[in-house]
């Protein structure tokens, strides 16, 4: 019981925390429409099942025991979401056509993009692995930890499914999509600066 109470604990704080799931999640709710937030959301639950899946296979333990793999781990997932992030900063006012433009997603393109934001987010790394090689005993029966791990999802796609609501929601959201490219341009800001801060912190875990 005591396991289960701090991986429930842990894993909402963890959840609930700012970072790239939260922008992205926000920006595609707030630029796009509430189905591309919720796909978003969708996304990222199914991004969490990938470190769930190799933490319990071993290779989380690899990672937490090699520095050049989970430096890789980092510099990839900086790169991505740099690479959002500078789409982001080249949107034009008025959401006029060309590359710079603010695309509408389709159900696909969303939920790859909350998958891959998260599947690539080094910060879930370092929390599903500690978390089942810290907080869950060793003698835990693999069923519970399947189930742990299906929990974690399930807490991630509920949570962002219910931030795409609030921000897809009301006559606030009219009025910001006024000034939608400087929204674009602040979040494509804030997923560069983590992309950033992720490669600056290559050197150590």
């Known amino acids: 019981m005591t396991e289960l109470i701090a991986v429930i604990t842990i894993t909402i704080v963890a959840v609930i925390s700012p970072g790239p799931d939260f922008a992205m999640v926000t920006r595609n709710s707030l630029m796009l429409s509430r189905r591309a937030g919720v796909l978003t959301a969708l996304g990222i639950g199914l ?25 890789a781990i980092k510099l990839a997932g900086a790169a991505y979401l740099v690479y959002l992030g500078v789409k982001m900063l080249r949107t034009r006012p008025g959401g006029a056509a060309g590359p710079g433009a603010v695309a509408p997603l389709s159900d696909a393109a969303a939920l790859r993009t909350g998958f891959l934001t998260n599947a690539l ?41 219910l931030v795409a609501l609030c921000f897809s929601a009301g006559p606030v959201r009219l009025r910001l999509l006024a000034v939608r490219h400087w929204i674009d341009r602040v979040f494509g800001g804030l997923l560069v600066g983590f992309g950033v801060l992720l490669a600056a912190t290559n050197g150590s875990r």
Do not use: C, D, E
């Open 47 to 71: 991004g969490v099942l990938v470190h769930v899946a190799y933490t319990l296979v071993g290779v989380g333990l690899l990672i937490q025991q090699s520095l050049w793999l989970f430096n």
């Open 121 to 161: 987010n080094p910060k879930t790394t370092v929390f599903i692995v500690s978390l089942f090689m810290q907080v869950v005993r060793p003698g835990t029966p693999l069923a519970v930890q399947l189930g742990y791990g299906g929990f974690i999802s399930l807490a991630h796609m509920t949570w962002f499914a």
